[in-house]
Nanobody, 114 residues
Framework: QVQLVESGGGLVQPGGSLRLSCAASGSIFSLATMSWHRQAPGKERELVASITRGLATYYTDSVKGRFTISRDNAKNTVYLQMNNLNAKDTAVYYC????????WGQGTQVTVSS
């Protein structure tokens, strides 16, 4: 059974930065596509960024140039570096692993406010 544990969320001022981490258990991490999703209050969950096992990346338009997704297969960890944050980035951020099966983390709250 795979477990995903996110960390790094918190309260940050507009223009600030945060780095989210998602640590995965199990041995399939290096083969899986990892992604970050977010869900703001009253809105549907949306894909923010993804990275394949071949290191191909995708970003939703609203975060291009501000967010960077990366992975460390030796640590079974995927990261989301978030810069120049604004209020619209406020949401619960979830990590997802997609392989033969799909796994989700429990989420970490990111609040951007002055």
């Amino acid at each position: 059974q795979v477990q995903l544990v996110e960390s790094g969320g918190g309260l940050v001022q507009p223009g600030g930065s945060l780095r989210l981490s998602c640590a995965a258990s199990g041995s399939i991490f290096s083969l899986a596509t990892m992604s970050w999703h977010r869900q703001a209050p009253g809105k549907e969950r949306e894909l923010v960024a993804s990275i394949t096992r071949g290191l191909a990346t995708y970003y939703t338009d609203s975060v291009k140039g501000r967010f960077t997704i990366s992975r460390d297969n030796a640590k079974n960890t995927v990261y989301l570096q978030m810069n120049n944050l604004n209020a619209k980035d406020t949401a619960v951020y979830y990590c997802k692993m997609t392989g033969r099966d799909v796994y989700w983390g429990q989420g970490t709250q990111v609040t951007v406010s002055s």
